[in-house]
Each structure stands twice: as structure tokens, then as C-alpha cells.
T-cell receptor
């Protein structure tokens, strides 16, 4: 049972346009959400995050929106640049039964920004 | 600032061989993790540690063992490698487990079992 889902395996966007990456989750106990960016042959790097008490967080060209009632979050990249071409993972964290926080990752969306 | 460092970066093993992946972090983080990444599967947690001397199972622990003898190091061992363990392995670390912590990843270790 996949608790964090990224239903679009890939996305192509023209340079300068908006990229919208989506993520759905099923566990209402998730209280913190993160987006990671991964280039080939490198480890994932942290991009932006949002607490469940907020509905929006912005950092430069990147904005994350959270819709708790729909259990949905999205990452907006405006304007998209060729260097944004990478795999994007969303992740969610919640306190587990062992008393420690667990991070659950989605399967990733490969973004390709076309010049 | 090295962050999270993994060694080796690439390794080819024969079925049945054993090996150890080493992870080191210089951020004084309490928590450390081992994930594997497979096509279409995202990042799945193998084992994790909440502090020196502790280990716990993640989502896919079978066939792996771990040890955290020093706070800065987290070792992942394969006692008898199987082709199903061909994957990319990522080590990660984070501060105390409170809501809002970011986890930081190493660059990955590519393992092929033939």
C-alpha cells in the first residue's frame, strides 16, 4: 500500500513555462512534506518543504501548495529552466508507532524542461 | 563540508558474496538511514538508526544488516548477496526526529549482483 503517490512518471515543459508536479498521500497523520530533486548519478537534494499547518510555502522559483482536505500537494516551478530537468521526489513524514519519525517517499516524477 | 559520504560508489558482486557499504556524516546528526532506489519503486527504507548503538528495521530489511558503532558512521552489510539486491543505495542523516526535520542524502552506491 503506497502511502505517497506520484502518479505522473514524467513531465515535459517548455523553458520559461510553469512546471507543476503533483503528489497525493493517504495517511492523514503526515504532518510534514518535503520535495527532493535528483540528478542522474547523484543523491537526492532537499528542495523545499511545508508543514501541515500551512497551505503554501515559497522559495524563489519554487512554491509548494498543500491541500489537506484533498490529501494533495503540488510543486510549482516558475519559470522552468533546463537545469531543472531532474527526477523530483515528494516525501511525507509522520510519527511512527516506535516513537520515531518516518519518511515515506513517492516514486518520483522525471521533469524535462525543453529549451 | 562533506555532509554524507558513501563508499564504495560502485561495486559488482557475485551471488553469495558479502560486502559492507560505509556511510559517514560530519553534521553530528542523531538519525541515519539506508534507502534503496529501484525503478518505479521510489526510495524505500532498509534500516535506520536513532542514535549510536541503535538500529531498527525499515520497510525492506530482509537480507541486510546494519551497525552504528560510532555516531558518525552507519554500515550496511549484505551477508550473502542476491541478484534482487542489485540497486542504488543511499545513506541519509537527520537531526533529532522532530517534525520538520530535513534528511540529507549521500551521493549513492551502485551495486550490481551477478
Amino acid at each position: 500500500d503506497q502511502q505517497v503517490k506520484q502518479n505522473s512518471p514524467s513531465l515535459s515543459v517548455q523553458e520559461g513555462r510553469i512546471s507543476i508536479l503533483n503528489c497525493d498521500y493517504t495517511n492523514s497523520m503526515f504532518d510534514y512534506f518535503l520535495w527532493y530533486k535528483k540528478y542522474p548519478a547523484e543523491g537526492p537534494t532537499f528542495l523545499i518543504s511545508i508543514s501541515s499547518i500551512k497551505d503554501k510555502n515559497e522559495d524563489g522559483r519554487f512554491t509548494v501548495f498543500l491541500n489537506k482536505s484533498a490529501k494533495h500537494l503540488s510543486l510549482h516551478i516558475v519559470p522552468s529552466q533546463p537545469g531543472d530537468s531532474a527526477v523530483y521526489f515528494c516525501a511525507a513524514s509522520a510519527l511512527g508507532t516506535s516513537g520515531t519519525y518516518k519518511y515515506i517517499f513517492g516514486t518520483g516524477t522525471r521533469l524535462k524542461v525543453l529549451a | 563540508n562533506a555532509g554524507v559520504t558513501q563508499t564504495p560508489k560502485f561495486r559488482v558482486l557475485k551471488t553469495g558474496q558479502s560486502m559492507t557499504l560505509l556511510c559517514a556524516q560530519d553534521m553530528n546528526h542523531e538519525y541515519m538511514y539506508w534507502y534503496r532506489q529501484d525503478p518505479g519503486m521510489g526510495l524505500r527504507l532498509i534500516h535506520y538508526s536513532v542514535g549510536e548503538g541503535t538500529t531498527a528495521k525499515g520497510e525492506v530489511p530482509d537480507g541486510y544488516n546494519v551497525s552504528r558503532l560510532k555516531k558518525q558512521n552507519f554500515l550496511l552489510g549484505l551477508e550473502s548477496a542476491a541478484p534482487s539486491q542489485t540497486s542504488v543505495y543511499f545513506c541519509a542523516s537527520s537531526e533529532h526526529a522532530v517534525s520538520g526535520n530535513t534528511i540529507y542524502f549521500g551521493e549513492g552506491s551502485w551495486l550490481t549482483v551477478v
